[in-house]
C-alpha cells in the first residue's frame, strides 16, 4: 500500500498477542520541517555554549521518507546504533514514516585533532529508558500510556534496588540466643517480611505519585486471611502473604477521542484504562543472603478483564483485583527487574524483549539487551527437585533423560536453582534451558508460582524473546486464573527446542497430556 509523503503510522497494539495493527493518520511535513529547524537551532546554541573553540559538534537529522525506510545513521566508527535505539517496535518490513533524529557528537579537541578519528570520537552515548520509551511514542503514541507506567516503574525499582542494598549490607542482627539457628531463622523472617512491606509502599508510592494511578493492595492471598507483615506475624500454620498491589489509570487512553473521555474514539477505536499488577519483591527470603531478588508486573486492558465496566468505579481491592484476572495472552506488556550484581529492567511492549541495566553512575537504566532472543536450546534444567516424590512420572523420566545424556541433544544437562524466580527465569533467558515448577501431589497440587503476578508475566517476556511455556497441558498464556488474583498455576517455561522435546514427555501414549 503506497502512503502520501509524510504520512505517519500509528501502532495500536491490538489485543491478540504480539500482532499489531497499524493505522495511518497525516502529519504535515512543515510540521516535521518547523521541528527539525527548532532541534537544530537548540543542538546549535548548546554545543556554542558548552563547546571549546576547537570542537565542533556534528547532529546528523535523519528520517526514513514514506517510499523506503532509510537505514538508521551509522555513527562512532560505523557500529550501528542498537536496533532498540531508533527502530520501530515493530519489526516489519513494510516501509514506515518515522522521524528520528540521532545524534552524531563528535568533538575533536586540538590534541587529537591530528589523531585517527577514531581516537577523537566519544564513547557512544546511552540509550536511557526514558529515552528510549519517548522514542516509541514519538513513532507510536497509543503507548504513551505505557510509557508513563513504565516511567513510574523504573523509579520504583530503582528504589527498592537501592533498599536491598543497604538492608543485605547492614550487619546482621546479633542473635544473643544460644539457639542461634532458630533466632537467625526467625530474625530472617521478620526482615523478609519488612523488606516486602518496604517495597511494596516504594512501589504503590511511586505509582501513586504519577496522580494518574487507583492503587490498592490485592486482597490476602486464600490461605490467609490478612496480609501479614512484622507489625502482624502469621498466627503458627498461617503462611504469610506478602501484598500484591494493583495499579489502575484514572484516564482512558487509545483511539483518536480526547484522552481521559471513555467510550469510543472518533475513527470507532474502542479507548481503554489500564490495569497492572505487581508482586514487589518476588523471593525476598533470599535478600538476607544477598541471593538475587526481583519485582515482576504486567500491564492489561482493565475493561477487557471485567463483564460490567462499572465494577471499576467501585475502585475497592476486589473489584480492581478482577480487572487483572486475564490469561498472560490478554497482556499489553509485562517485565521484570532483577536484583543482583547488576540491576537490570528486562520488559516488552509486546512486540520484542528488551533489557535496561541500572548505571551506577547515572542512576539511570541504560539500553544494554536491545532485542533479546533466547537460546533455541539449553543445557540446564532448574526446578527444585526436593519435590521429585511428588512429581508426574513422564516429568520425572524427561528429567532423568536430559540428566543422563539420554535426552535428544545427547548431552548431560545440569542443575541451577537459586530459589528466586526472576533469577533463574532471568539465566534461563539469557543461556537458554528450561525453568519448571509442576504441581507435585504432595505439597503444591496447583503449582507453587501464582499466575497473574509471577508466572504468567514472565512467560509472556520469554514468548516475546522467542522461548515457550505451558503449564503441562496448555500454552501457559491461555491459562485463565479462576477466581482469584493468586491462583497458582503449574509452568514449565524456557528454549523452543527444550521445551518441544519436554511436551512429547508430558503427553501420555495415547496423546493425552500432563493431569494436573
Ligand atoms: O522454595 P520453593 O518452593 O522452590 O519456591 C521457590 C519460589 O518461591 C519464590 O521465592 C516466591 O516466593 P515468595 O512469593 O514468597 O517470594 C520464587 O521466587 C521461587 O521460584
Not at 424 to 449: E, K, Q, W
Request: glycine letters at 8%; one cysteine or more; hydrophobic letters at 35%.
Amino acid at each position: 500500500m503506497m502512503r502520501a509523503a509524510g504520512e505517519r503510522v500509528v501502532l495500536v497494539p491490538s489485543r491478540s498477542r504480539g500482532v499489531l495493527r497499524f493505522w495511518t493518520t497525516t502529519t504535515t511535513t512543515t510540521m516535521l520541517f518547523m521541528m527539525m529547524l527548532s532541534i537544530l537551532a537548540m543542538t546549535t546554541t548548546i554545543a556554542f555554549m558548552s563547546s571549546s573553540a576547537s570542537s565542533t559538534t556534528t547532529m546528523t537529522l535523519a528520517w526514513a521518507s514514506s517510499s523506503s525506510r532509510q537505514r538508521p545513521g551509522r555513527r562512532w566508527g560505523g557500529v550501528p546504533p542498537p536496533r532498540g535505539d531508533v527502530g520501530p517496535l515493530s519489526s516489519s518490513s513494510s516501509p514506515t514514516t518515522t522521524t528520528t533524529t540521532t545524534e552524531d557528537v563528535t568533538s575533536t579537541s586540538p590534541s587529537s585533532s591530528s589523531s585517527s578519528p577514531s581516537a577523537s570520537v566519544l564513547p557512544p552515548r546511552k540509550v536511557t529508558l526514558a529515552r528510549w520509551l519517548s522514542s516509541k511514542v514519538q513513532d507510536y503514541p497509543e503507548l504513551r500510556d505505557l510509557e508513563s507506567l513504565h516511567l513510574s516503574i523504573q523509579m520504583a525499582c530503582k528504589t527498592i534496588s537501592n533498599l536491598i542494598t543497604r538492608t543485605t549490607s547492614a550487619a546482621a542482627p546479633a542473635s544473643s540466643s544460644s539457639s542461634s539457628v532458630v533466632a537467625a531463622g526467625d530474625a530472617a523472617d521478620v526482615s523478609m517480611r519488612r523488606l516486602d512491606r518496604v517495597s511494596k509502599n516504594v512501589l504503590s508510592n511511586a505509582l501513586k505519585f504519577t496522580g494518574r494511578l487507583r492503587v490498592v493492595e490485592a486482597p490476602p492471598r486464600e490461605e490467609c486471611d490478612v496480609n501479614y507483615d512484622d507489625d502482624c506475624p502469621p498466627p503458627v500454620g498461617k503462611s504469610y502473604s506478602p501484598g500484591v498491589v494493583i495499579a489502575y489509570a484514572l484516564d482512558q487512553y487509545g483511539g483518536e477521542a480526547d484522552h481521559h473521555q471513555a467510550g469510543v474514539g472518533r475513527n470507532n477505536r474502542r479507548t481503554r484504562r489500564l490495569a497492572a499488577c505487581f508482586d514487589p519483591l518476588d523471593g525476598s527470603g533470599n535478600a538476607d543472603a544477598a541471593i538475587c531478588t526481583g519485582t515482576v508486573f504486567g500491564i492489561f486492558d482493565a475493561d477487557a478483564g471485567l463483564n460490567d465496566q462499572s465494577e471499576i468505579d467501585q475502585g475497592d481491592a476486589s473489584s480492581l483485583s478482577r480487572s487483572v484476572l486475564q490469561p498472560g495472552s490478554e497482556l499489553l506488556a509485562a517485565g521484570y527487574c532483577l536484583y543482583s550484581s547488576t540491576t537490570i529492567l528486562v520488559f516488552t511492549l509486546g512486540d520484542g524483549t528488551h533489557g535496561f541495566t541500572l548505571d551506577p553512575t547515572s542512576n539511570e537504566f541504560v539500553l544494554t539487551h536491545p532485542n533479546m532472543r533466547i537460546p533455541k536450546r539449553g543445557n540446564i534444567y532448574s526446578c527444585n527437585e526436593s519435590y521429585v516424590d511428588g512429581w508426574d512420572g513422564r516429568f520425572r523420566e524427561y528429567l532423568s533423560d536430559i540428566k543422563n545424556g539420554r535426552g535428544e541433544t545427547g548431552r548431560r544437562y545440569t542443575q541451577r536453582y537459586i530459589g528466586s524466580m526472576v533469577g533463574d527465569v532471568h539465566r534461563t533467558l539469557m543461556y537458554g534451558g528450561i525453568f519448571c515448577c509442576p504441581a507435585d501431589s504432595n505439597v503444591h497440587p496447583d503449582g507453587s508460582l501464582q499466575l497473574v503476578y509471577k508466572s504468567a508475566p514472565m512467560a509472556y517476556v520469554l514468548e516475546r524473546a522467542g522461548g515457550k511455556a505451558t503449564d503441562g497441558r496448555v500454552d501457559l498464556l491461555d491459562v485463565r486464573p479462576m477466581d482469584s488474583v493468586h491462583a497458582r498455576s503449574p509452568c514449565f517455561m524456557g528454549s523452543p527446542e527444550d521445551m518441544d522435546e519436554l511436551m512429547t514427555y508430558l503427553k501420555s501414549d495415547d496423546g493425552e497430556v500432563m493431569s494436573e
